[in-house]
């Protein structure tokens, strides 16, 4: 695995002492969840411009990945960058660099409103398309998890897929989560059924062995500090 650059120094300026998320870094094995610098932010826009999923399916509330390449790796990029600054304890993103063997595959991200309150965070994901059904997903939806509970003291962990994302939901599924709802929203134009579940801290502590690996999280604690939760 290769070592994260340097992060930036000012004079006497510490880029990680100002903006905390700078330093956040979830590792387990191979698998790595890191902060989208700006280097990371563009291998990740490439990315999504090659393809999140195939062209007759839509999995996303927002279709972002509809356009040319270029209009897609632009669309994140505003997105990215605009999330990258929303970081505020009632209303927070946190969109993470997902790298396998130092090689970018996705973006696992979490988002929260009120969260001092409700301490309850949802979800989202995506991979490239050439790097699904290998498990990753499972692997980075847990990575995250660890961060939200063990690392950002969350109470709940939320998550939703519509009913014909059949890989998202047998995530969700695999780790546990139990339904909390569905409801019928417009996608594209059409009608389409979206799927909720939630898991608790409790579950989460008493999830079985095989969902306990030996993952690290760092730099959560100066996070749940700027999230107004330490
Ligand atoms: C959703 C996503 C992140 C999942 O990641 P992934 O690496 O493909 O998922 P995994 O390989 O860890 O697990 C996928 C599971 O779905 C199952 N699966 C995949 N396609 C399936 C299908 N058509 N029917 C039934 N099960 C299916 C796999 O068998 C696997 O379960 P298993 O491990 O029990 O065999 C990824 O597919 C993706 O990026 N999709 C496009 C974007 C997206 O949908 N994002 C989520 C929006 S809610």
Not at 9 to 18: E, W
Request: proline letters at 6%; aromatic letters at 8%; hydrophobic letters at 45%.
């Amino acid at each position: 695995m290769t070592d994260p650059p340097a992060p930036c120094q000012g004079d006497g300026v510490d880029l990680v002492d100002l903006w905390p998320p700078a330093g956040l870094r979830v590792q387990w094995d191979d698998l790595e969840l890191r902060f989208l610098d700006d280097d990371l932010l563009l291998r990740v826009a490439e990315l999504a411009g090659e393809g999140v999923h195939a062209d007759d399916r839509m999995p996303f509330m927002t279709p972002w990945t509809r356009g040319t390449p270029d209009e897609v790796a632009r669309g994140l990029l505003r997105y990215q960058w605009a999330a990258r600054a929303q970081v505020e304890p009632d209303d927070w993103k946190l969109e993470l660099a997902v790298l396998v063997g130092g090689e970018v595959v996705g973006v696992q991200g979490a988002f929260a409103t009120r969260y001092p309150v409700t301490r309850s965070a949802e979800t989202g994901s995506w991979l490239g398309v050439r790097f699904h059904s290998l498990g990753i997903g499972t692997r980075m939806r847990l990575a995250m998890l660890h961060l939200l509970f063990d690392g950002l003291g969350a109470h709940e962990a939320t998550t939703g897929a519509f009913s014909d994302n059949a890989a998202s939901l047998a995530v969700t599924r695999k780790l546990g989560y139990l339904a909390s709802g569905r409801r019928r929203v417009a996608r594209e134009g059409a009608v389409a059924e979206s799927l909720s579940f939630a898991m608790s801290v409790e579950q989460w502590q008493a999830r079985p062995a095989s969902q306990r690996p030996p993952v690290t999280v760092t730099g959560a604690e100066a996070v749940a500090e700027m999230l107004g939760v330490a």
